[in-house]
Protein backbone atom coordinates (compact mmCIF):
# COMPACT_ATOMS: atom_id res chain seq x y z
CA UNK A 1 0.00 0.00 0.00
CA UNK A 2 0.91 3.48 -1.06
CA UNK A 3 0.02 7.05 0.69
CA UNK A 4 -0.26 9.93 -1.15
CA UNK A 5 -1.12 13.34 -0.03
CA UNK A 6 -4.92 14.53 -0.39
CA UNK A 7 -3.82 17.44 -3.57
CA UNK A 8 -1.34 14.55 -5.26
CA UNK A 9 -4.05 11.72 -4.95
CA UNK A 10 -6.60 13.90 -6.75
CA UNK A 11 -4.35 14.92 -9.59
CA UNK A 12 -3.42 10.98 -9.86
CA UNK A 13 -7.29 10.05 -10.16
CA UNK A 14 -7.92 12.95 -12.23
CA UNK A 15 -5.20 11.69 -14.35
CA UNK A 16 -6.55 7.90 -14.75
CA UNK A 17 -9.61 9.20 -15.08
CA UNK A 18 -8.98 11.71 -18.05
CA UNK A 19 -6.68 9.58 -19.83
CA UNK A 20 -8.79 6.34 -20.12
CA UNK A 21 -12.37 7.35 -20.11
CA UNK A 22 -12.65 7.19 -23.82
CA UNK A 23 -10.93 4.04 -24.51
CA UNK A 24 -12.50 0.73 -23.75
CA UNK A 25 -10.59 -0.07 -20.58
CA UNK A 26 -13.16 0.95 -18.59
CA UNK A 27 -11.59 3.86 -16.48
CA UNK A 28 -14.02 3.40 -13.28
CA UNK A 29 -12.15 -0.11 -13.31
CA UNK A 30 -8.85 1.34 -13.69
CA UNK A 31 -9.61 3.70 -10.98
CA UNK A 32 -10.57 1.19 -8.75
CA UNK A 33 -7.88 -1.51 -8.98
CA UNK A 34 -5.67 1.42 -8.09
CA UNK A 35 -7.63 2.53 -5.25
CA UNK A 36 -7.60 -0.84 -3.60
CA UNK A 37 -4.49 -2.65 -4.69
CA UNK A 38 -2.20 0.59 -4.42
CA UNK A 39 -4.10 2.79 -1.78
CA UNK A 40 -5.41 0.19 0.54
CA UNK A 41 -9.35 1.32 0.09
CA UNK A 42 -12.12 -1.04 0.04
CA UNK A 43 -14.21 -1.83 -3.35
CA UNK A 44 -17.26 0.11 -2.15
CA UNK A 45 -15.18 3.39 -1.27
CA UNK A 46 -13.01 2.95 -4.64
CA UNK A 47 -16.06 2.30 -6.73
CA UNK A 48 -18.19 5.43 -5.33
CA UNK A 49 -14.35 7.86 -5.81
CA UNK A 50 -13.82 6.33 -9.51
CA UNK A 51 -17.83 7.49 -10.19
CA UNK A 52 -17.21 10.71 -8.47
CA UNK A 53 -14.21 11.74 -10.48
CA UNK A 54 -16.46 11.44 -13.55
CA UNK A 55 -17.77 14.73 -13.27
CA UNK A 56 -14.77 15.93 -14.42
CA UNK A 57 -15.12 14.13 -17.93
CA UNK A 58 -18.96 14.72 -18.36
CA UNK A 59 -17.82 18.45 -18.70
CA UNK A 60 -15.54 17.63 -21.31
CA UNK A 61 -18.18 16.28 -23.22
CA UNK A 62 -20.52 19.59 -22.43
CA UNK A 63 -17.81 21.60 -24.12
CA UNK A 64 -16.76 19.58 -27.02
CA UNK A 65 -20.71 19.17 -28.17
CA UNK A 66 -20.93 22.27 -27.14
CA UNK A 67 -23.42 23.51 -29.81
CA UNK A 68 -25.77 20.48 -29.01
CA UNK A 69 -25.78 21.00 -25.58
CA UNK A 70 -26.51 24.97 -25.89
CA UNK A 71 -29.51 24.06 -28.04
CA UNK A 72 -31.20 21.45 -25.67
CA UNK A 73 -30.77 24.44 -23.43
CA UNK A 74 -32.51 27.53 -25.54
CA UNK A 75 -34.88 24.86 -26.87
CA UNK A 76 -35.95 23.84 -23.26
CA UNK A 77 -35.86 27.45 -21.94
CA UNK A 78 -37.97 28.66 -24.84
CA UNK A 79 -40.76 25.73 -23.81
CA UNK A 80 -40.54 26.47 -20.24
CA UNK A 81 -41.37 30.29 -21.20
CA UNK A 82 -44.15 29.10 -23.59
CA UNK A 83 -42.59 31.16 -26.64
CA UNK A 84 -43.63 29.29 -29.23
CA UNK A 85 -46.36 27.02 -28.32
CA UNK A 86 -48.96 28.32 -30.36
CA UNK A 87 -46.35 28.89 -33.13
CA UNK A 88 -45.01 26.73 -35.56
CA UNK A 89 -41.80 25.54 -34.53
CA UNK A 90 -38.56 25.92 -36.25
CA UNK A 91 -36.04 23.24 -37.43
CA UNK A 92 -33.49 24.20 -35.06
CA UNK A 93 -35.95 24.54 -32.24
CA UNK A 94 -37.75 20.90 -33.40
CA UNK A 95 -33.82 19.45 -32.96
CA UNK A 96 -33.10 20.76 -29.55
CA UNK A 97 -36.47 19.05 -28.01
CA UNK A 98 -35.27 15.65 -30.39
CA UNK A 99 -31.87 15.62 -28.79
CA UNK A 100 -33.47 16.66 -24.97
CA UNK A 101 -36.28 13.83 -25.37
CA UNK A 102 -33.72 10.98 -26.58
CA UNK A 103 -31.27 11.93 -23.88
CA UNK A 104 -34.47 11.76 -21.38
CA UNK A 105 -35.38 8.21 -22.88
CA UNK A 106 -31.54 6.74 -22.85
CA UNK A 107 -31.23 8.13 -18.88
CA UNK A 108 -34.26 7.02 -17.78
CA UNK A 109 -33.42 3.46 -19.32
CA UNK A 110 -30.10 3.36 -17.64
CA UNK A 111 -31.27 3.80 -14.31
CA UNK A 112 -32.58 0.22 -13.65
CA UNK A 113 -29.67 -1.43 -14.96
CA UNK A 114 -27.11 0.39 -13.52
CA UNK A 115 -28.72 0.59 -10.15
CA UNK A 116 -29.09 -3.24 -10.30
CA UNK A 117 -25.47 -3.61 -11.39
CA UNK A 118 -24.10 -1.43 -8.90
CA UNK A 119 -25.57 -2.96 -5.29
CA UNK A 120 -24.72 -6.58 -6.89
CA UNK A 121 -21.37 -5.60 -7.95
CA UNK A 122 -20.87 -4.27 -4.20
CA UNK A 123 -21.95 -7.53 -2.59
CA UNK A 124 -20.54 -10.18 -4.41
CA UNK A 125 -17.84 -8.76 -6.68
CA UNK A 126 -14.81 -9.40 -4.10
CA UNK A 127 -16.25 -13.15 -2.81
CA UNK A 128 -16.29 -14.05 -7.00
CA UNK A 129 -12.58 -12.13 -7.50
CA UNK A 130 -11.60 -14.57 -4.67
CA UNK A 131 -12.83 -17.76 -5.74
CA UNK A 132 -11.67 -17.27 -9.76
CA UNK A 133 -8.40 -15.94 -8.47
CA UNK A 134 -8.49 -13.48 -11.61
CA UNK A 135 -10.35 -10.08 -10.74
CA UNK A 136 -13.64 -9.56 -12.15
CA UNK A 137 -12.53 -5.91 -13.83
CA UNK A 138 -9.66 -8.32 -15.51
CA UNK A 139 -12.38 -10.87 -17.17
CA UNK A 140 -15.00 -8.13 -18.49
CA UNK A 141 -12.19 -6.39 -19.75
CA UNK A 142 -10.93 -8.89 -21.29
CA UNK A 143 -14.45 -9.77 -22.63
CA UNK A 144 -15.13 -5.92 -23.94
CA UNK A 145 -11.82 -6.41 -26.02
CA UNK A 146 -13.19 -9.89 -27.59
CA UNK A 147 -16.26 -7.61 -28.23
CA UNK A 148 -14.51 -4.78 -30.05
CA UNK A 149 -12.53 -6.87 -32.06
CA UNK A 150 -15.24 -8.89 -33.39
CA UNK A 151 -17.37 -5.47 -34.30
CA UNK A 152 -14.51 -4.70 -36.09
CA UNK A 153 -14.26 -7.97 -38.39
CA UNK A 154 -17.72 -7.97 -39.13
CA UNK A 155 -17.54 -4.55 -39.84
CA UNK A 156 -14.90 -5.54 -42.23
CA UNK A 157 -16.85 -8.46 -43.76
CA UNK A 158 -19.25 -5.72 -44.52
CA UNK A 159 -17.58 -3.73 -46.60
CA UNK A 160 -15.97 -6.55 -48.31
CA UNK A 161 -19.29 -7.87 -49.01
CA UNK A 162 -20.89 -5.17 -50.31
CA UNK A 163 -19.46 -1.99 -52.93
CA UNK A 164 -21.14 0.65 -51.35
CA UNK A 165 -20.50 2.21 -47.80
CA UNK A 166 -22.07 -0.39 -45.23
CA UNK A 167 -22.32 2.55 -42.49
CA UNK A 168 -25.72 4.36 -42.40
CA UNK A 169 -24.93 7.85 -43.49
CA UNK A 170 -27.91 9.71 -41.73
CA UNK A 171 -28.32 7.60 -38.62
CA UNK A 172 -27.86 10.14 -36.24
CA UNK A 173 -28.67 10.51 -32.29
CA UNK A 174 -31.70 12.37 -33.40
CA UNK A 175 -33.28 9.80 -35.52
CA UNK A 176 -33.04 6.88 -33.50
CA UNK A 177 -36.17 4.71 -32.71
CA UNK A 178 -37.54 4.49 -29.24
CA UNK A 179 -36.91 1.54 -29.18
CA UNK A 180 -32.98 1.29 -30.71
CA UNK A 181 -32.89 4.87 -27.46
CA UNK A 182 -34.35 1.92 -24.68
CA UNK A 183 -31.90 -0.68 -25.73
CA UNK A 184 -28.97 2.22 -25.55
CA UNK A 185 -30.01 2.81 -21.77
CA UNK A 186 -30.51 -0.85 -20.71
CA UNK A 187 -26.77 -1.09 -22.26
CA UNK A 188 -25.74 2.15 -20.78
CA UNK A 189 -26.81 0.79 -17.38
CA UNK A 190 -24.50 -2.18 -16.77
CA UNK A 191 -21.40 0.01 -17.41
CA UNK A 192 -21.96 1.09 -13.91
CA UNK A 193 -20.08 -2.48 -13.22
CA UNK A 194 -16.19 -1.74 -12.90
CA UNK A 195 -14.38 -3.25 -16.08
CA UNK A 196 -17.02 -2.90 -18.07
CA UNK A 197 -16.60 0.02 -20.59
CA UNK A 198 -19.36 2.26 -21.42
CA UNK A 199 -17.74 3.92 -24.60
CA UNK A 200 -17.30 -0.07 -25.68
CA UNK A 201 -20.65 -1.38 -25.32
CA UNK A 202 -22.67 1.37 -26.52
CA UNK A 203 -20.27 1.81 -29.39
CA UNK A 204 -20.72 -1.58 -30.95
CA UNK A 205 -24.54 -1.58 -30.52
CA UNK A 206 -24.51 1.85 -32.13
CA UNK A 207 -22.34 0.12 -35.36
CA UNK A 208 -24.22 -3.15 -35.30
CA UNK A 209 -27.82 -2.66 -33.42
CA UNK A 210 -28.82 0.25 -35.31
CA UNK A 211 -26.41 0.75 -38.38
CA UNK A 212 -25.02 3.88 -37.62
CA UNK A 213 -21.40 5.32 -39.34
CA UNK A 214 -18.42 5.70 -37.21
CA UNK A 215 -18.56 9.51 -36.45
CA UNK A 216 -22.41 9.62 -35.48
CA UNK A 217 -21.74 6.19 -33.24
CA UNK A 218 -19.18 8.40 -31.24
CA UNK A 219 -21.32 11.09 -30.88
CA UNK A 220 -24.04 9.28 -29.42
CA UNK A 221 -22.34 7.39 -27.19
CA UNK A 222 -20.56 10.81 -25.64
CA UNK A 223 -23.91 12.32 -25.61
CA UNK A 224 -25.73 10.12 -23.48
CA UNK A 225 -23.34 9.81 -21.24
CA UNK A 226 -23.19 13.31 -19.55
CA UNK A 227 -26.58 12.85 -17.64
CA UNK A 228 -25.30 9.56 -16.37
CA UNK A 229 -22.10 10.40 -15.79
CA UNK A 230 -23.07 14.03 -13.38
CA UNK A 231 -26.00 11.94 -11.97
CA UNK A 232 -23.68 8.74 -10.94
CA UNK A 233 -21.01 11.02 -9.35
CA UNK A 234 -23.58 12.87 -7.03
CA UNK A 235 -25.84 9.80 -6.70
CA UNK A 236 -22.87 8.60 -4.02
CA UNK A 237 -23.19 11.57 -1.76
CA UNK A 238 -26.90 11.13 -2.42
CA UNK A 239 -26.51 7.22 -1.30
CA UNK A 240 -24.25 8.21 1.53
CA UNK A 241 -21.54 6.68 0.18
CA UNK A 242 -19.22 9.52 -0.71
CA UNK A 243 -19.86 12.53 2.44
CA UNK A 244 -19.22 15.33 2.73
CA UNK A 245 -17.22 16.70 5.81
CA UNK A 246 -15.56 19.79 6.94
CA UNK A 247 -12.18 18.25 5.77
CA UNK A 248 -13.25 17.16 2.73
CA UNK A 249 -14.85 13.93 0.73
CA UNK A 250 -14.82 11.00 3.49
CA UNK A 251 -15.84 7.39 2.70
CA UNK A 252 -18.65 6.20 4.33
CA UNK A 253 -16.65 3.20 6.26
CA UNK A 254 -14.18 6.29 7.63
CA UNK A 255 -11.59 4.34 6.34
CA UNK A 256 -10.80 6.49 3.63
CA UNK A 257 -10.59 10.20 3.01
CA UNK A 258 -9.56 13.51 0.17
CA UNK A 259 -9.86 17.00 1.11
CA UNK A 260 -11.83 19.73 -0.74
CA UNK A 261 -8.43 20.77 -2.86
CA UNK A 262 -8.37 16.94 -3.77
CA UNK A 263 -11.65 16.48 -5.12
CA UNK A 264 -11.19 20.25 -6.83
CA UNK A 265 -8.45 18.58 -8.33
CA UNK A 266 -9.39 15.70 -9.32
CA UNK A 267 -12.34 17.23 -11.25
CA UNK A 268 -10.28 19.61 -12.74
CA UNK A 269 -7.27 17.12 -13.59
CA UNK A 270 -10.46 14.96 -15.56
CA UNK A 271 -10.98 17.97 -17.29
CA UNK A 272 -7.87 19.04 -18.57
CA UNK A 273 -6.51 15.25 -19.35
CA UNK A 274 -10.14 14.34 -21.00
CA UNK A 275 -10.22 17.51 -23.23
CA UNK A 276 -6.55 16.62 -24.53
CA UNK A 277 -7.49 13.04 -25.13
CA UNK A 278 -11.08 12.88 -26.41
CA UNK A 279 -9.61 15.38 -29.53
CA UNK A 280 -7.12 12.68 -29.82
CA UNK A 281 -9.47 9.74 -29.78
CA UNK A 282 -11.48 11.35 -31.98
CA UNK A 283 -9.05 12.42 -34.57
CA UNK A 284 -7.45 9.00 -34.57
CA UNK A 285 -11.19 7.71 -35.46
CA UNK A 286 -11.50 9.74 -38.36
CA UNK A 287 -8.12 8.94 -39.57
CA UNK A 288 -8.48 5.31 -39.36
CA UNK A 289 -11.21 3.09 -41.17
CA UNK A 290 -13.70 1.94 -38.16
CA UNK A 291 -13.44 -1.75 -38.52
CA UNK A 292 -9.60 -1.22 -37.62
CA UNK A 293 -10.18 1.76 -35.68
CA UNK A 294 -12.31 -0.81 -33.31
CA UNK A 295 -10.08 -3.51 -33.41
CA UNK A 296 -7.43 -1.65 -32.18
CA UNK A 297 -8.98 -0.29 -28.97
CA UNK A 298 -10.33 -3.81 -28.54
CA UNK A 299 -6.40 -5.10 -28.72
CA UNK A 300 -5.26 -2.30 -26.33
CA UNK A 301 -7.68 -3.50 -23.65
CA UNK A 302 -6.98 -6.98 -23.84
CA UNK A 303 -3.50 -6.33 -23.83
CA UNK A 304 -3.43 -3.97 -20.78
CA UNK A 305 -5.32 -6.77 -18.93
CA UNK A 306 -2.53 -9.32 -19.37
CA UNK A 307 0.20 -7.41 -18.76
CA UNK A 308 -1.54 -6.64 -15.64
CA UNK A 309 -2.43 -10.18 -14.89
CA UNK A 310 1.48 -11.21 -16.06
CA UNK A 311 3.07 -8.25 -13.91
Excluded at 28 to 34: D, M, N, R, S
Excluded at 258 to 277: H, P, V
Amino acid sequence: MIYLEFELLGIVLGFLQGLFEWLPVSSEGQLVIFLTILMGSNVQTATSLALFSHIGTAFVIIIYYRLEFKLIFISCYQLVKKKFITEKFSEEQKNGLILTKNLVITTIFTLPTALLTLFLFESIVEELSKLIGVSIQDIITLLVGLLLIVTGIILNKRKELSSSNSYNQTKSFESLTVRELIILGLLQGFAALPGLSRSGITITYLLLGTKSNQNESLRSSFLIAVPVSIGAGFLQVIRGKVIFVSGGLLSESNQFMINYMGALLMIFTAFIIGYLTLRAFIEMAKKIDFDKFVIIIGSIAIIAVLIGILI
